[in-house]
């Protein structure tokens, strides 16, 4: 089969201004980038057209390490969706640049169910990273600036909490000291880059329902305390607005085609791990506002991605899934059935048995929270006929819709059954109302009980004296009644990473918490965090290429 | 009068498609970027066209701190051009976003003589810089993760000469060291970052005659020396044609229009101390494929700006101003006349008479290039008009040409005479070919000797034994051709900034020298050039805002 890139330039693009037309968006009110990207000004959201609309989330069970293919469904079920006369409209994450120049590819769905120019959106796209890193990056030049002119008046940080961040993963900048030299350079402090996705500015651009609410949560995000321990909010720098003016543009949703020229709207990407992982709000209630059906997706396996989808974004935005798609692959179930990495793509029935303990463990979390499931199987050309059938008569006797995708190799063709089932399941059994795991009035420490026990399935939860601090420090600060964004491992539903399949009745430990006192979410920290990834001996960049004006090698 | 950004606000845009088809571009060729911004494919530049064009130059006396008023004179000149039936197009550097938040305004003109939409080009605009801060950084990361990935091979480097850079004024990050930590983290390292304008990356987009000329020169870039002493190039990691892709759209040209609605190209942004200071050669060229007459210009006063142009821009481009329109201003001549800066507001006669000495030498200076030299008095509301007559006589009795410009209040009905005075100074004595203060093949320091002599007026040249080694070093390395760039304060011919009028007969000390290979010319440096600004006590970031969605507080 071709590659990504290949088909992505052979696919035959409408000009965006026609995509919006079609969604019935006059092209006077879009902003074009290009001819085939536009921003949507985010006034155009109609909420009662929100609430009519159906909401499909895609999710996924514990992912392998190259992933359980969720973009790819998630594009190929709104292709299906088209196929069969629906409005569809997808609503997606924008992909980080700095990774596409070190071992993953880029992150718009594969080979024929892809988001386009794949190009563009993989690498500089309208330039939302980019504004989210200038903006966190003259927060902290505004900061280290007051403190550096204010020294004389007594003023000090005992503690700064706010980083750096850059969209390049550069290891060498996870920890450096800054200010040295003489004087006019400023005071000597210990710092660190994150990449951009793990900025407190891109979870609350995702999480911002308007521009005047993401200035009042860039006004309240926590830079540190102060040589007397108060805390420093970017509003006592006096620059919230003007840090809002630099994501102004960037708040708007961009709207592209997919590989069959439907709509997509790719706004926001936070990290999954250590935000909250989905797109912006404001681009699931644009998709919702000019689609009956839209498709999203959560990032990571349904204990991560789904759980803070429904009890962060949901919460926040008070929309709901009108069906949850749980996508799995044979390889993830092997993998989870005790088989060895190397040999998940070989047949092996018992292990595709025992792995389905994952798949059912998922399948049960997501009803606790009301949701009808679905369960889709990614389809790749070498899986065995048999082990699908047993997975497929598995779901049957549980009494949950399966269907097959093969969009990656068909295109919308392949997700059509798929779709059909999709619609027939959200007419005749629709999702519950909403039932989220935890009160927002709860403590802290309860809600991260909350979804330590009844989601990941630990017996007992232990905080480090650290975190126990903070969490009082957050309730000290007013912060009570944030959700919680745990940050664990993807790779089970413990902080073990080696935990395949089930683990049941474990102690579960949060070493650090984190106030994102703009993005309003608690961050507990469960294991190490890598907010600044590095790059392989063999980066991609050697392969990524201009061959005659064209971009060659991004995957 | 109306803030800047109130005028611009005011203004009534044309669609940039129709502006774009009033030049002759077919709106189907362009990329827009929103409503009034588009990139303009370099292919569409016509050599022939180019070569018939008038180009003008627009530089200055040697700058007072708050500036001469170059770009809103360039601008005022267009739209004069423009109103007496003239096809003029400008060509224009883009602003870098860091400085707005710092002490200075932005970069786009000013009163009724600006580039719009104004508040865009001073902001992201399209990304330009954006994508020139990634692929440094990236540049930067390969670079430290070669050598991380390397070490076990024996692989090191004894110096590296990359530094980061950021478009943000961060005095903190002048000198860091990065790699701390734990071993992942890299090797620990001295390092810094520079302002994004300051970047060689900027330089080669600004030098660059298309995609491939660009990947060739990233390729050629010098990141430092191994342990063995060799050169290690980019082309060494083997990521040119990477990097280059990360920079594919930014070598586009950017189309905006003026408060007059007439064409402007702002492109490129370099440094004009320690880089050249002018915008690309693909926006010049691009101008002159559409425009009969072109007004560009250069950063800083002739000494700097037009030199570097005329040796370094003009020499490589194969283009050749027909006029050299050198601005003045009433506070610019008092100022080297010996007034005290906060007194030259008001009249004196006798320190205006004193200051034309500065006027001179510069007319003097462009006349040894062969260039016909206008004077362009660039007048403020509260300019005495005995002393501005002075001006007029003192111009007259050289035989130099003389217009007062006055579009800053009136627009493009305040440049009319200017822009007859310049239509028929081309046409009745343009200047002669361009006469270059050095030619390729001297010795680097006879390059430098040259300018220092002929231009600055300095009696004799005196190199540091660092410089000495660096100029070697070039010449060993094949870098002999190169021009020759000198950073030196932008207030004075010599060294010191305070030396206002005239200085002769000085010694003028090289005390460090860079090698751009990539750019392709040797920086030589004299003093100490800031390569990151820092904020002030009371950052503009403090007044910008959002009122109703738009954005206030940008000057």
Redesign the interface.
Known sequence: MKQDIEIAREATLKPISVIAATMGINQDLI?????FIA?VPGKLIDEERVEKSNLILVTAITPTKAGIGKTTVSVGLSLGLARIGKRAVLALREPS?GPC?GQKGGAAGGGYAQVLPMD?IN??FT?DF??I??AN??I???L??YI??HQTEGFGMKQILWRRV????????????????PH????P???GFDITPASEIMAILCLASD?EDL?RRINHILLGYTLEDKPFYVSDL??G??????L??ALNPNLVQTTENTPAFIHGGPFANIAHGCNSIIATKMAMTYGDYVVTEAGFGADLGAEKFLDIKCRKAHIQPKLTVLVATLRGLKMHGGVEERAIRLPHTEGVCRGLRNLDKHIHNLQKFGQTVLVCFNQYADDDAQEIEMVRRHCKEQDVPFALNNAFAQGGAGAEDLARLVVETIEQKPSKPLQLMYADESHISAKIEAVARRIYGASHVTFSADAQRKMERAEQLGCRTFPVCIAKTQYSFSQDPKAYGVTDGFDFEIRDIVINSGAEMIVAIAGNMIRMP????S?Q??????VD?E?D?LS
Chains 1, 2 share one sequence.
């Open positions: 902003e074009p980038y290009g001819k921003k640049l120049f563009r690498l500089h330039g980019h504004a890193t200038t990056n003259m902290a030049a505004l280290d600036n550096y002119q850059m969209d390049v993963n550069d290891r060498s900048l996870r920890h450096i000291v800054t200010g040295l030299g006019v350079n400023g005071c402090q210990e710092s521009l200035e006096g620059v607005s003007a840090i809002a003016v630099l102004k543009d590095g790059l392989p001996k980066p960049a050697l392969h990524i290429r201009l004006g971009i090698g």
